[in-house]
Structure formats: structure tokens, C-alpha cells
């Protein structure tokens, strides 16, 4: 999904934003919460001289810098969806106009892609800062880059510091405050319901379950092909361009079926990469006497595995990573499978997962 040139809308804080752009809109599109990224507003040089003159100071409060004619600000949060060019980006840190006779600070400052991009809390109200003929945007990999040019002071906030610093020469609606740059990265991905995930069982565990007569089963739409299962990817997941947060959700079911005996359903695995656990709507038949559907429950314990990252083609992937036994999952197969004896462990080895998924 290339740029696209003009953002639609866009609410951030402190001169912060991210633009929100991206080609036609995608099926299943959502907003991905931000995590990090800078803006820069860039002050034009004869409002900086008129600031000069008339001894008024615009300063910026810790997180945010002042370096020359340059305020820079974090980006602490917000969200877009990069789809279809709408969201907000919160930045921290506060501007000031200040003088030797007063102090106006610019609060949780808000930036849109309309006629009036920056908004502010200066007081107890909110002001519309500055007016912008257009804001261009484009992809940044998972985020958005973005650039407001040629902001003019409004008329409301030029009388707000007029009343308060009553400078020599007044500050006057039109007035050219300069230019908005930023950037912004996603804290986590939304996927779309693209590509699988593949879970290559242990032979150990598998010769554990073929000396109980268990059968391993894939249900459509997972598939066993060779000695590999896959699990489509299914929409309503979203997980960090690292890997380390977020949830990856796959469609499907596998079947443990004993020969005579028990059968237990794994329904619909999803991955908390944070909680490093696979969990599933487990279902244990026959009930009675086992206890039927236990709703969703966390099954195996995921381990560390090799995370690629490609920004560009908005892809992330995880490779090798281990699954072994919970101790839930370990008591239901002794009991399931093995009459209550103690033939499966906590910990024990299940087998190892990838993934490739699709960042929107």
C-alpha cells in the first residue's frame, strides 16, 4: 500500500501526530495503538524573529526539546489505522509562550487533517491553534510520516496571547507559526486474516501418543501436510513488530482421539505473546465423564523463537519457538488418555511453531 497524499483525520497532542495514510482501504482495517516517534514543529524564521522582538519566549517542557528554531516532542501513545487515514497521536511534554509578565501553556495540543490541524488546551478550554492548507502523509513501514506546512496563527489564539503577554507588537490571526514533521510507529499490528501458522509436533510426544493410541487430527480449516500442521490466521489479532505483545489468532481444530477411549479438541489456538502462552477452547469428550467444554484455557507454554521483522512489506514472522505442556493440559491427557497415570509432565516438550503474519 504506497503513500497517500493527503491524510484525512488526525487527532494527536502536543504538536504530535502521525499521518495516517495508506492506499485503498483493506477489508477488516482497524486502529493500531501508537507506541513511539517523534514530531518537530519547526518554528518559520520571521515568527521566530517577531518572537525576538517582542521578548517572548516559545519553550518546551521536558520530554519535549528546544534546539534553534526546533521544538521536538515524544509521541506517548494515540492510535491510527493507516488504511483509511483517520486516528489521533498523543505526544508529551507542554509548549509555553512565556514573557517576563506571563505564561501561556499549550496543553494536550491535537492535530488534524483539516483546515484547523492544531488544537490545544490553553486554559480551561480547548483552542483551535493554527490553520494548514494540507497535510501530506505517507507509510512509513508498520507507521506514517507526515508533514503540516504553512501553519497560520488563528484568530482565537492570537487574542489569547495578546490579553495575556500584551506584547508591543500584537500577535495576529494568519501569522505564519511554521511547519509540523513527525513520524509514528504502531505499538502493535493489526493482522489481517492472512498467511498460517505452522506447529511441527515433537516425535517424542507423538511416540507417547501412538504407544496410547492417540491419533493427532487436524479439523479443516487446519491441515496436516507431511509432518507439519497449519492454522490459518484469523482476523481480530494484532501483535508487536517485535513479537514480544500482542495476540495472533488461527482458525481450526486439532483432534486427540484415543482408540476406544477419550477425544479432546483444541479449538482455534491463539498465541499471547506477552504471557508467552497458547491457549484454545478446549473440549474433552466424552462428558460424563470427562468435563466436556472448558472455554477458552491456556494449553501450552510458548518458548522463545527467532522474530523477522520486514517493515516494508509490513510482515512479521517468528520461527522455532517451543510449545511444551501446561500442568492443566498435562492432567487432562493422564486422565483422558492414560487412566490417571502420570505419562505426561509439565513441561515437557509438544513440539515447535512459526508464523508469518500480515501486518494491515
Known amino acids: 500500500m504506497g503513500a497517500i497524499k493527503t491524510f484525512k483525520t488526525l487527532a494527536a497532542a502536543v504538536l504530535a501526530t502521525s499521518a495516517l495514510a495508506g492506499a485503498a482501504p483493506v477489508a477488516h482495517a482497524a486502529y493500531d495503538p501508537l507506541g513511539t516517534g517523534t514530531v ?3 518554528l518559520d524564521k520571521g515568527f521566530s524573529r517577531f518572537l525576538v522582538e517582542n521578548q ?7 520530554p519535549a526539546e528546544r534546539k534553534g528554531r526546533s521544538l521536538t516532542l515524544p509521541v506517548a501513545g494515540g492510535k491510527i489505522d493507516p488504511t483509511i487515514g483517520k486516528g489521533e497521536v498523543l505526544a508529551a511534554g507542554i509548549l509555553a509562550f512565556e514573557n517576563a509578565r506571563k505564561r501561556v501553556p499549550l496543553r494536550n495540543l491535537t492535530v488534524k487533517a483539516s483546515h484547523a490541524p492544531l488544537i490545544a488546551k490553553v486554559g480551561g478550554s480547548q483552542l483551535k491553534l493554527a490553520t494548514s492548507p494540507a497535510i501530506d502523509s505517507e507509510r512509513l513501514g508498520f507507521g506514517e510520516k507526515f508533514t503540516a506546512k504553512k501553519l497560520k496563527l488563528t484568530a482565537k489564539l492570537a487574542t489569547r496571547l495578546n490579553k495575556k503577554l500584551r506584547p508591543e507588537q500584537l500577535f495576529s490571526a494568519g501569522q505564519i507559526l511554521g511547519t509540523l514533521r ?10 489481517l486474516p492472512s498467511g498460517k501458522a505452522g506447529l511441527d509436533f515433537a516425535p517424542a510426544f507423538l511416540a507417547k501418543l501412538d504407544a496410547l493410541f492417540v491419533s493427532v487430527n487436524p479439523i479443516f480449516p487446519a491441515e496436516h501436510l507431511g509432518g507439519s500442521f497449519s492454522f490459518p490466521i484469523i482476523s481480530g489479532g494484532a501483535i508487536s513488530p517485535e513479537a514480544s505483545l500482542g495476540t495472533l489468532r488461527t482458525g481450526g481444530d486439532v483432534e486427540f482421539l484415543q482408540l476406544g477411549g477419550g477425544q479432546v479438541f483444541w479449538h482455534e489456538q491463539w498465541l499471547d505473546l506477552a504471557a508467552r502462552s497458547d491457549s484454545a477452547e478446549a473440549n474433552v469428550q466424552p ?3 470427562y468435563a466436556g467444554k472448558l472455554g477458552r484455557v491456556p494449553l501450552l507454554d510458548l518458548g522463545i523463537g527467532a522474530v523477522a521483522s520486514e517493515p516494508r512489506a509490513r510482515t512479521i514472522s517468528l520461527a522455532g519457538a517451543p510449545l511444551s505442556l501446561t500442568a492443566f493440559t498435562a492432567a487432562t491427557f493422564n486422565q483422558t488418555f492414560a487412566e490417571g497415570k502420570a505419562v505426561f509432565a509439565p513441561g515437557e516438550a509438544v513440539g515447535v511453531l512459526g508464523f508469518t503474519g500480515q501486518g494491515q
Not at 517572548?56 to 521536558?62: D, F, P, Q, R, Y
Not at 513520524?183 to 493489526?190: C, D, E, K
Open 56 to 62: 517572548v519566549k516559545l519553550s518546551a517542557g521536558s
Open 182 to 191: 513527525g513520524a509514528a510507529q504502531p505499538l502493535t499490528v493489526t493482522l
Open 287 to 289: 462428558s460424563p465423564p
Open 40 to 42: 518537530e514543529l519547526t
